[in-house]
């Protein structure tokens, strides 16, 4: 008998620990607000596409983006053919932008809901 209420005792804390202690979030509260089938933004989200192709603007090189070095400066993405010309662009990113008469492309496209 003793051991019944021992096992009862621990499988009453245990469901109290995970129904409103560290184990709450597996019991799902749902304080969120959001569900699953409601998407996370609006129709009108921008979502940006990098370019298939980009100038390393250090060395000048064409490089596929999808497997370059890359890094923002003033709110714009550069892409770069090695760490060095990352780290050279990061160094003094000036020196290599006033050289550049490069038009940056505007790559936003509305995003689906």
Not at 2 to 10: K, N, P
Not at 23 to 32: F, P, R, T, Y
Not at 102 to 113: K, N, T, Y
Request: aromatic fraction near 12%; hydrophobic fraction near 35%.
């Amino acid at each position: 008998m003793e051991s019944i209420l021992y096992f009862l005792f621990w499988a009453g804390f245990i469901f109290i620990m995970m129904r409103f202690g560290c184990g709450a979030q597996v019991m799902g509260h749902g304080k969120s607000g959001a569900t699953r089938d409601e998407p996370s933004g609006s129709a009108t989200d921008v979502r940006w596409t990098a370019p298939k192709t980009d100038t390393d603007p250090v060395c000048g090189i064409t490089v596929q983006t999808r497997n370059s070095k890359s890094a923002v400066h003033d709110g714009h993405v550069y892409y770069f053919c090695s760490r060095e010309c990352r780290e050279r662009f990061e160094a003094a990113p000036a020196s290599y932008l006033a050289t550049t008469d490069a038009v940056i492309p505007d790559m936003r496209e509305q995003a689906d809901g």
